[in-house]
């Protein structure tokens, strides 16, 4: 089975930042387009906070435009997603995905709580 390997999730003040990262093997990060998605409820539907292709084309969420960025670090097959200016609204569960046509890739999920 494929590893996704996420890492970077914590507790952070409202207004504060945090970094994400998904490792991913070779094989996918060169094919597949890479992104985020988050889950802020057990039962609730996971969604989709950024993706971006093998060329760097990239689509958020309209609640976090402005605040987060996705970015590809080639070098070591490394999806970032940089997460600023951090609200109570965006506590979740974040997983890395990779797609690919109709084959999609999931990490174990990271917990990122926003909170004073």
């Known amino acids: 089975q494929v590893q996704l390997v996420e890492s970077g999730g914590g507790l952070v003040q409202p207004g504060g930042s945090l970094r994400l990262s998904c490792a991913a093997p070779?094989?996918?990060?060169?094919?597949?387009?890479m992104g985020w998605y988050r889950q802020q409820a057990p039962g609730k539907q996971r969604e989709l906070v950024a993706?971006?292709?093998?060329?760097?084309?990239?689509k958020y969420a309209d609640s976090v435009k402005g605040r987060f960025r996705i970015s590809r670090e080639n070098a070591n097959n490394t999806v970032i997603l940089q997460m600023n200016n951090l609200k109570p609204e965006d506590t979740a569960v974040y997983y890395c995905?990779?797609?690919?046509?109709?084959?999609?890739?999931w990490g174990q999920g990271t917990q990122v709580t926003v909170s004073s």
């Open positions: 995905n990779a797609a690919l046509l109709f084959d999609r890739r």
């Open positions: 070779t094989s996918i990060f060169s094919k597949y387009t």
């Open positions: 993706t971006i292709t093998t060329t760097g084309s990239t």
